[in-house]
């Protein structure tokens, strides 16, 4: 951990913390006899975000006294040691990638992509290779808990589609708990997150001790009643009273809560993360909601999503990657105006619904957008002036529930900018509310649009409560803040001076000091007539105030006794009473409660805001949704050429049907103007006896893969809700996208290219049904071409006969291809090429080779391609001539070879009725070989 240590106005890292500040910050050493550097308490925020963004853990060390402070505290002491003449300091957080919740104070926009802290803990399952994972994931900056726990196969296919979706920037897990395949799992795929690993107990708690702490922790009390969360009351043992065990389904997943929890004390923002109260289950895709067959097709439930695992989303570059250049679906997607539609549509991109009803219902809501371009450009300029309103809202909360007497180390702190960042608070503040005006304003923009659109969703996300929509009434609470205080005069001085009524204490002492000011006019008056004195007047400040200024004219006999001379000068003689003394103790109480009752108004209103979190917070759902409907809504508009809207159509057959389709996102990589559209049909009569399975042929950089992707991604595009770069698109819902595109080996897991391609095909073979769609590209070239041909082969059979499923499955193996045909259960199709002799090369004689000249057509065709054209691929790639003469000769060579073997099988096995006009043609071509 690297310590960012106050010293008076400055932060100071020491030692080896002050080499990383040099390296890392661009900090300059500072003079001494021991490496130190530093900078202002105001560049904070800039720094420590600089440092966890590499990697590094910080940890923010306050001092909790001022010199004045500690001179007091010694003086109390009766022989104070040198340790205890030194300013008493405390950490007041340590701060990692996963940990992070930034404050207004630190004044730094932090990215708008989740960064999870995620806990995992593992049990071995029922059968042998399978395991039992408990999970808890949060993104502190939202302060959203996400519980969990599952049973996987041997492949870990659904921990992998976890880290793929929600991939953890802090991985916290047992140590000697997880199985050697799960480490290797994390290793591979999250080599740079920051990991953990927790002694068992002691900091990765059991279940029964993160209950019992949850509940002697006050978290989850509100006016002195505790009461669980919903989802963490449904995880709870029913025969436990005392609500202190886990139900065995969920014990693993409480107890990663537990090691969360460990973390986030450990950090010293467990309290304000907990406190929101904000737990959601989660259950891997493949088993949220369910599909059940019912006549006329496959019923899939609102609440299924298509499953997109790891592997998926990597091949068909549908989220971005480290080091990716702008070329994911996502990027091409994200016309998002709003920090939370964006984070939402990702969410929504790696998990597209399956349930027609559900997916025409967003394409409704698309289609109508589209017919109100101007209010969608309109609403996208509001959108844009909005915050980040959703973890604006989390700040707001940690600042309404930090009361004065607070345990934590941040109220004892001693900050010299607190003005500015009382301002920020404020100004953060403001924000917010202004953004919930303008959501407001949103709501009513589009209110007649939805109330007359097909679209449920639409209506659901703009239309309030009263008119059968979802959107809250907010009115009642902006007006409340919009006069809780001058927004003026707050954002300029930093200060907020509530209006009446908000903040009863500010209210009382503002009273008191009003009645005891009339008293003491009145009782100037009444003192003017007994000493008959019209210029009588109270003299003084502070602590010597109401002095009656008595003028010296006036005669001694007139002074009543009870008259207390205080002060006197030329001319005058100051007099105190008793009245006038109770009425500046009642003042000097008054105004001491209004300065602590001013220095908690912030907090008070903040804490006021914080307590309606729910409103707010669908309000923010809401927008974000009608954010990633109009980013889908100007993507389907603004589309680089023909789109359409898709047919999902729930049928028993599965099929897919696309016309002049394109790729989705090939114009961010090269302008997409010169490329060519293709059909893709699979089962496109719908027949129960149809082939779901197409062979793709064709020559080497013909566009196999790329026409394998593009298929992908267009079932993605249509089951998101969106219209698809295409003239036509009707299909069947896909319960899941498979992929095996690719070479590859896993080093660091002892993994050859030939195992991960057979692994991947494992987890195909073994989790792919009837309405699942498999892209495989060129299985078994991992191996040698018999074993490589005769597993493609057998992997083929299964997927067409067994499996059943819509698959194009790629091969360079024609020998197999040339076994395809006449199989009505599989297609052939190939991607077009012209192909041209040019003339035999000079001194080769009758064992001359010609080359072909091959181009490009890019088109997919029926049938089968006879080769592929790999010459032309190693002239392109620059191989020298001698090297590609020579290869050609063997190739021809090994042609010859194939062929005599072919026809000998043939003649072998040549029945006794065997016609003659084909024996002659097979004498013939003997002789073509020599043989």
Excluded at 184 to 207: H, T, Y
Excluded at 254 to 280: D, P, W, Y
Excluded at 445 to 455: I, M, N, T
Excluded at 662 to 689: K, M, Q, Y
Aim: net charge neutral; with cysteine; charged share 25%.
């Amino acid at each position: 951990m690297t310590s960012f240590i106050k010293v008076g106005k400055f932060y100071e890292l020491y030692h080896m913390d002050a080499v990383i500040g040099v390296q890392e910050l661009g900090l300059a050493f500072m003079r001494g006899d021991f490496a130190h550097s530093g900078f202002p308490e105001i560049a904070f925020g800039r720094y420590s975000e600089s440092l966890v963004q590499k990697g590094y853990k910080v940890g923010r060390v306050e001092q909790t006294e001022t010199p004045q402070m500690m001179d007091a505290r010694c003086k109390q002491m009766a022989t104070p040691t040198r340790h205890d003449k030194v300013v008493r300091r405390e950490i007041c957080s340590i701060v990692t990638k996963g940990t992070r919740t930034p404050s207004f104070s630190e004044g730094v926009e932090s990215e708008s992509d989740s960064a999870f802290l995620l806990a995992i803990k593992e049990k071995a399952g029922d059968t042998a290779n399978e395991s039992i994972y408990g999970v808890c994931f949060i993104d502190t900056s939202i302060g959203q808990f996400h519980l969990g726990q599952f049973d996987d196969d041997r492949q870990s296919s659904r921990l992998r589609t976890l880290l793929a979706h929600y991939p953890p920037a802090h991985l916290l897990y047992e140590r000697h708990n997880l199985s050697p395949r799960t480490m290797q799992i994390l290793k591979r795929m999250l080599g740079c997150c920051l990991q953990d690993a927790l002694s068992p107990n002691v900091e990765f708690w059991g279940s029964s001790r993160t209950l019992k702490t949850l509940a002697e922790g006050e978290y989850f009390s509100s006016d002195q009643e505790f009461e669980w969360p919903h989802v963490l009351k449904e995880m709870l043992a029913e025969g436990d009273s005392l609500g202190l065990t886990a139900k065995e389904d969920s014990d693993l997943a409480v107890s990663s809560l537990g090691a969360c929890v460990h973390c986030l004390t450990r950090c010293l923002i467990e309290r304000n993360i907990l406190s929101m109260k904000s737990f959601t289950r989660y259950e891997p895709v493949d088993v949220s909601g369910g599909r059940k067959e019912k006549e006329g097709g496959p019923h899939f439930t609102t609440s299924q999503r298509m499953v997109l695992d790891d592997i998926t989303l990597s091949n068909l570059d549908v989220v971005d990657h480290p080091g990716q250049q702008d070329s994911s679906l996502l990027q091409r997607l994200d016309h998002c105006s709003t920090p939370f539609g964006r984070r939402l549509l990702k969410q929504w991109l790696c998990a597209p619904l399956c349930s027609p009803r559900a997916i025409h219902d967003r394409l409704d809501s698309v289609q109508t957008l589209m017919g109100h371009a101007h209010l969608v450009g309109e609403a996208h300029e509001k959108m844009k002036s909005l915050p980040d309103l959703e973890r604006l809202l989390r700040q707001i909360h940690g600042v309404g529930m930090r009361r004065p007497n607070s345990t934590h180390p941040d109220s004892r702190a001693i900050m010299f900018e607190e003005a500015t960042y009382s301002k920020r608070k404020i100004i953060g503040f403001l924000s917010v509310l202004e953004g919930f005006k303008t959501s407001a304003e949103l709501s009513s923009l589009f209110a007649a649009v939805a109330g007359k659109s097909k679209s449920s969703l639409l209506k659901r996300v703009v239309c309030r409560e009263r008119e059968g929509g979802k959107f809250p009434d907010l009115t009642e609470q902006l007006q409340f803040f919009s006069a809780a205080f001058d927004h003026t005069k707050a954002r300029k001085e930093g200060t907020i001076i509530p209006a009446r009524g908000v903040n009863p204490a500010y209210d009382a002492a503002v009273e008191t000091i009003h009645k005891t000011a009339t008293c003491l006019e009145e009782y100037l008056a009444k003192q003017k007539k007994v000493l008959a004195c019209p210029s009588l007047v109270y003299w003084g400040t502070g602590r010597n105030r109401f002095q009656l200024e008595v003028p010296e004219s006036t005669p001694a006999s007139r002074i009543p006794r009870d008259y207390e001379l205080k002060s006197q000068k030329k001319g005058c003689r100051r007099y105190w009473t008793k009245e006038t003394k109770r009425c500046l103790e009642v003042t000097m109480a008054a105004e001491e409660d209004k300065q602590m009752a001013l220095k908690d108004t912030m907090r008070t209103i903040f804490h006021s805001f914080a307590q309606h979190f729910s409103l707010w917070e669908s309000a923010v759902q809401c927008l974000a949704t009608l954010d990633v409907l109009m980013s889908l809504t100007t993507y389907s508009s603004l589309g680089d050429g023909e789109m359409c809207r898709p047919e999902i159509v729930s049928s028993p057959v599965p099929f897919l049907d696309v016309m002049n389709s394109r790729h989705p996102c090939i114009s961010l990589t090269c302008g997409g103007d010169d490329f060519i559209p293709n059909d893709v049909i699979i089962n496109g009569g719908r027949s129960p006896e149809g082939s779901l399975v197409v062979v793709v042929t064709g020559p080497n950089m013909g566009g196999k893969s790329t026409l394998m992707r593009q298929t992908g991604l267009l079932v993605i595009l249509a089951q998101l809700g969106c219209y698809v770069p295409a003239s036509s698109c009707a299909l069947s819902p896909v319960d899941r996208v498979f992929t095996r595109i690719g070479a590859s080996d896993k080093i660091t897991s002892g993994e050859s290219t030939f195992f991960v391609e057979l692994s991947e095909t494992a987890t195909i073979l073994h989790h792919a049904t009837s309405h699942s769609l498999v892209l495989v590209d060129e299985l078994g070239r991992g191996t040698a071409t018999y074993d490589g041909t005769a597993i493609a082969s057998a992997v083929l059979r299964e997927l067409s006969v067994g499996v059943a499923c819509r698959t194009l499955f790629s091969t360079h193996y024609h020998n197999l291809v040339d076994d395809l045909h006449g199989n009505l259960k599989i297609s052939l199709g190939h991607m077009a090429c012209m192909v041209e002799k040019e003339e035999e090369e000079e001194g080769e004689g009758e064992d001359g080779v010609q080359e072909d000249s091959v181009t490009f057509l890019y088109k997919f065709m029926e049938g089968a391609c006879p080769k592929s054209y790999g010459f032309n691929a190693a002239k392109l790639a620059g191989l020298p001539p001698d090297v590609i003469r020579a290869a050609r000769r063997k190739a021809r060579e090994f042609e010859k070879s194939t062929e005599r073997r072919r026809l000998f099988r043939k003649l072998v096995g040549l029945a006794p009725d065997f016609p003659l006009d084909q024996l002659l043609a097979i004498q013939t071509r003997l002789k073509q070989l020599h043989i």
